[in-house]
């Protein structure tokens, strides 16, 4: 029995041989409050078609693993409750056990590749907590980016994470971290940080080309393409730097750990700005979107 179940546009675009770029869940059902977080998934798929690539959304619905959702699957799992949040770790328990569990980056990139995906644009990663030589708390994310032949485009980590040491981890785990048209690693809300970003390509012909060198070279893993949240919808460091304070602090008050860091930082955040941080989040993930399909156009043509 086959692994997973396509979508039949997912399906098509197999057979037909052409782009399609995998969506992770996570930010639908712990990243996004509804009804936003649906309507933002279906832009986002709106996104990817207009740029000339399939989306496969990819999640676990009652022990099933689903490449590519159809509306009324995203809509339900946008308002389900009790769903897994699901990492490399809790994967094959969730289907196993005929569980509902949205999959973080490593799951989706578990996912994608099962599936021949190459392919996949997210907001943001998980990463090396501030805090993390106490904690810790080091995301799967990073560990799977240096395992699985996924491309993923994000708008950087957020300054939630302790991003020097998320830099310094992928750097040891050979992960290419390369940032798209600039310099310096983006701050996911800002375009900009006081880092060097590790690699710089401006544009996706060569990611595509990077991307197929790695795998005819034999190495595992993917790569991390950091894309510049659009400079309309940025928030300044600045004004952030309070606000992340404040709700790292509460998180650790609350005795909140695990997995219950990123969404308690990301919801407590976006009270905190009074809704702009899901503004600016919407913005990148689009961003990402479009970048991803051109990136997986390219890499199509290069690799069929
Ligand atoms: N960072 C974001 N938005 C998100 C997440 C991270 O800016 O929605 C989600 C992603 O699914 C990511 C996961 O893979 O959180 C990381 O969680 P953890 O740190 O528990 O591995
Ligand atoms: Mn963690």
Redesign the pocket.
């Given at each position: 029995m086959s692994l997973f179940v396509m979508s039949p546009e997912v399906a098509k675009a197999k057979d037909a041989g052409t782009p399609i770029v995998a969506l992770?869940s996570?930010?639908i059902t712990?990243?996004m409050p509804y009804p936003q977080n649906v309507e933002v998934a279906r832009k986002v798929e709106a996104t990817v078609r207009e740029h000339g690539a399939t989306p496969a959304t990819i999640a676990v619905m009652d022990g099933v693993l689903h490449i590519g959702l159809d509306d009324a699957q995203l809509e339900a799992l946008a308002t389900a409750k009790d769903v897994m949040?699901v990492?490399r770790a809790d994967m094959p328990v969730c289907i196993a056990a005929g569980r509902t569990g949205a999959t973080?980056?490593?799951a989706t990139m578990i996912g994608a590749h099962l599936a021949g995906i190459k392919v996949f644009a997210?907001?943001?990663?998980?990463g090396v907590h501030k805090g993390a030589e106490l904690s810790f708390d080091v995301?799967?994310?990073l560990t799977e980016l240096a395992a699985t032949p996924v491309s993923v485009v994000a708008a950087g980590a957020?300054a939630i994470l302790d991003l020097p040491k998320t830099l310094e981890v992928l750097e040891t785990q050979g992960v290419p971290v390369i940032a798209y048209g600039q310099d310096s690693f983006p701050a996911?809300w800002s375009q900009q940080s006081d880092l060097a970003a590790p690699l710089r390509l401006d544009t996706a012909k060569e990611i595509a080309a990077s991307h197929a060198m790695r795998r005819r070279m034999g190495l595992p893993g993917g790569q991390l393409i950091a894309n510049p949240i659009p400079s309309e919808a940025e928030i300044a460091a600045d004004v952030l730097a309070p606000i992340i304070a404040q709700a790292t602090q509460e998180a650790d008050e609350q005795g909140v750990s695990g997995?219950g860091?990123?969404p308690f930082l990301?919801a407590r955040i976006f009270e905190l700005t009074e809704g702009r941080s899901l503004e600016a989040n919407i913005a990148l993930v689009l961003n990402n979107a479009r970048l991803a399909s051109q990136i997986a156009v390219e890499l199509c043509a290069l690799e069929g």
């Open positions: 992770e996570t930010i712990h990243g949040k990492s973080t980056v490593a997210t907001g943001g990663i998980g995301s799967a994310d957020k996911f997995k860091v990123t990301l």
